[in-house]
């Protein structure tokens, strides 16, 4: 999304709530302008737009950045953690022989999780209760900080990430 339609998504916000911008003065309008467009630079603008639509049908507030990221989400139709399970699952019991091509198949956030094809190949070995009982545990209770994590770094803008990186590089280095 660029600067000027993302100024277009300020104009829906006034229309939608002049009550809250009624009294705003233009410095306070830039700097909501100014993190609106950093929160939101990477998405589609109409992607944003029907974020803001689907918002402002069901709620007589205006959004706070977390609650129209939310409706984006919602939008993307993100994975659950149960579907998450289900994949990383699927690729266990073809592991045996496919451990590669399995890992490779499966969700970023997923891939986090298990490491590498080796641990898909080791838990295609473990008995189904154990699975379906301690292993499924483990995953649902990790999995939602790890795509928390996942998302606040996604959520970052490039900028920042190519800091991030080199700081990383750098650490890495002198350690």
């Known amino acids: 999304m660029q600067r000027e339609e993302t100024k277009q998504l300020m104009s829906i916000l006034q229309i939608s709530y002049p ?10 309008k ?25 918002y402002i049908k069901v709620n007589q ?25 289900n994949k990383v699952k699927k690729a266990i019991t073809r592991s ?3 451990s590669v091509e399995e890992f490779a198949k499966l969700p970023e956030v997923c891939q986090k999780w298990v490491g590498n094809h080796m641990t898909l190949k080791e838990l295609s070995q473990t008995d189904i209760d154990t699975l379906d009982t301690v292993t ?6 990790t999995i939602g900080s790890i795509q928390q994590r996942a998302e606040a770094q996604a959520a970052l803008p490039e900028s920042l990430k190519a800091q991030i990186m080199q700081l990383t590089g750098k650490m890495q280095i002198e350690g």
């Open 19 to 28: 009550s809250h911008y009624r009294n705003m003065s233009v410095e306070e």
């Open 96 to 98: 045996a022989y496919n």
């Open 136 to 141: 499924r545990g483990q995953f649902l209770k």
């Open 30 to 54: 830039k700097q909501t302008l100014a993190i609106y467009y950093d929160m939101f630079a990477e998405y589609p603008t109409e992607l944003i737009v029907m974020a803001l639509k689907n």
């Open 61 to 85: 507030y205006p959004p706070t950045i977390a609650g129209l990221r939310e409706q984006v989400e919602m939008l993307l139709d993100k994975d659950t953690p149960v579907e998450l399970w």
